[in-house]
């Protein structure tokens, strides 16, 4: 084996004589360090192709903005939501309130981190399961499973009940010190451990220390409502105005008043459970994550479930069902098609243009621009690191061709309405193939072999094995 030797200053020499001999090299980096690398990649051929436009396209309420917070997953799983809300009881628009998940997801994560701390008070600190444990205790990102066992505890609330604060939509400071905080609740358990006092001792200390974890909380978010009032008007789809029935004229309409007298809905005291019990006419559990991760080591047709991956401790870690990228798509073009939105997970930063709206390889020709092809297929990427899934968002339409096939994808963003096209994006299938990696299907669309494959028991991964990562 030869050995490691530093930059050879006559190959620099080289490489620079090559790369001004290139008129192609000398366009391109005037480009690129003017307007930057996405501006100088774009290729407006393939904007052109990409059309705004969609055979099954669904409705959607006002866009909504995560700001500077990682709750991409709590915004997306609650676009799904409020959409069946709003179409379920008529309203021209709805949003739910995140910040009153973000409240009970630091704390259940906080306690969560603090019961893994007990389950591993004899690891080494370095060992890579603490490690994997110890990163981000309670960090903002998340899975719809999450998103799901919230619900299922916690309810849900509109969010006139509980609206947005400074730290929710700014969120590092406050989580910033929070993990602090727990992580040096970690090391007293630790010690406390070493030191020989039993494990009930010790559990009584954690409950103590969540006291603190609830008033930094609080604090920070304001404590969220146990009851609240709600109040909402039905879309009125007929005249608005009154038409006269007797007397001279009676054909014409009578005067408007200016008061909106569209039929109400109107709750006093009800709780969030109750909220979401009467209100939403979906049941989250009653939906199924699909991963498509074409992997040697992960085979399709299994469940896999993630070590330490839970936020509520109760509920249990998250578990995914892998498989082929044709039962993948099938299920969410039927999904789409009968009308309901689907959670997705991707990585958003591939081939993107944040502000222009497009996920798609042919408008963003970095390729082009560097002067050199990018090779790697799903599963290289997935093995590499390069392509975890980041974000999360909502499909909300797909634009079949002639032979009933998806070329294009409809994307709800939650970073407002400045952001793409008054806050959609477009993708284009060839996109979605390469960079999403999971779905979230209600079961009536999944196939009878899928179906089957929610019986058996979960192959356990450890957190650091590639599979899927929490979307911010």
Not at 121 to 147: K, T
Request: charged share 30%; glycine share 6%; hydrophobic share 35%.
């Amino acid at each position: 084996m030869s050995d490691v030797k530093a930059l050879d200053p006559a190959l620099l020499k080289q490489y620079s004589t090559d790369f001004n001999a290139d008129r192609a090299n000398l366009v391109a980096a005037n480009a690129a360090v003017s307007s930057g690398v996405l501006a100088a990649a774009t290729d407006y051929k393939g904007e052109r192709v990409l059309q705004n436009d969609f055979s099954i396209e669904l409705k959607q309420g006002s866009i909504t903005n995560q700001r500077s917070s990682g709750r991409c997953w709590m915004f997306a799983a609650l676009n799904t939501l409020r959409y069946e809300l709003m179409h379920r009881w008529n309203l021209e628009d709805f949003e739910f309130s995140e910040t009153y998940l973000f409240f009970w997801d630091a704390m259940e994560k906080s306690n969560t981190y603090l019961e893994n701390v007990l389950a591993t008070l004899d690891e080494p600190l370095d060992s890579r399961v603490f490690e994997a444990i110890n990163y981000g205790p309670a960090d903002d990102g998340g899975w719809w499973q999450m998103f799901a066992d919230l619900v299922n505890k916690y309810g849900l609330v509109p969010k006139s009940a509980y609206p947005e604060s400074a730290n929710s939509k700014s969120s590092d400071a406050f989580k910033q010190y929070l993990n602090t905080k727990l992580r040096e609740f970690a090391s007293d358990l630790r010690d406390r451990h070493a030191a020989g006092t039993s494990l009930d001792e010790l559990r009584a200390l954690k409950n103590a220390d969540m006291a603190t974890v609830y008033r930094m909380c609080a604090i920070a978010l304001g404590e969220p409502p146990e009851r609240f009032d709600f109040l909402a008007r039905t879309s009125d789809d007929k005249d608005d105005g009154k038409k006269k029935t007797t007397g001279e004229g009676a054909s014409e309409k009578a005067a408007k008043t200016g008061k909106d007298e569209r039929p109400q809905i109107r709750e006093f005291g009800i709780t969030p459970m109750e909220f979401y019990k009467k209100y939403v006419p979906v049941d989250v559990n009653d939906l199924v994550t699909l991963c498509n991760v074409p992997m040697e080591s992960r085979p399709f047709g299994k469940r896999y479930r993630i070590r330490f991956s839970a936020n509520v401790a109760e509920a249990g870690d998250m578990e995914f069902v892998n498989v082929p990228l044709d039962v993948f798509k099938k299920a969410a073009v039927g999904q789409i098609s009968d009308g309901h939105p689907i959670w997705f997970a991707c990585d958003c930063m591939q081939f993107s243009l944040r502000g222009d709206g497009y996920f798609d390889c042919d408008t963003v020709r970095v390729d082009q621009l560097f002067g050199t092809k990018f090779t790697f297929d799903k599963a290289k990427g997935l093995e590499y690191g390069d392509c975890p899934s980041n974000h999360a968002m909502t499909l909300t339409g797909v634009n079949l061709d002639a032979d009933g096939r998806p070329n294009r994808w409809k994307v709800e963003n939650s970073w407002g309405k400045d952001n793409g096209q008054d806050g959609y994006y477009v993708a284009s299938d060839a996109w979605f193939d390469r960079y999403v990696t999971e779905l979230i299907i209600r079961k009536e669309y999944l196939d009878e072999t899928t179906r089957e494959i929610l019986a058996d028991q979960p192959v356990e991964l450890e957190p650091w094995e590639p599979l899927t990562k929490r979307s911010r």
